[in-house]
């Protein structure tokens, strides 16, 4: 299954912020404590960067948002036609 939100375990402080602000309530705390948060319906993310946006070790790596190809090629594809 594809994985829309990829913490670095290093990086990430699992401080939760970005579960309190995903707009979808995709996340979860790990139950694991000082482990990096579950992604619990990858399929429902809006791709809307909230979580990404607020977290505070985000200049470390702690969280990406990786979107799926499909979605990146119409986003070449819209770029490419807006230069004509
Ligand atoms: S990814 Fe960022 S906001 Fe989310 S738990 Fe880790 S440090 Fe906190």
Redesign the pocket.
């Known amino acids: 299954m594809f994985n829309p939100i990829v913490?670095d375990q290093k990086?990430?402080?699992?401080?939760?912020?970005?579960?309190d602000v995903c707009t979808m309530d995709i996340?979860a705390p790990n139950p694991e404590k000082g482990k990096?948060?579950v992604v619990l319906y990858p399929d429902e993310c809006e791709y809307d960067g909230s979580?990404w946006t607020?977290?505070?070790?985000?200049d470390k790596g702690?969280?990406d948002i990786v979107m799926p190809l499909s979605m990146r090629a119409s986003i070449l594809r819209g770029a490419k036609e807006g230069q004509k």
């Open positions: 913490f990086a990430c402080n699992a401080c939760n912020v970005c579960v996340l990096p948060p979580c607020h977290c505070p070790s985000r702690a969280i």
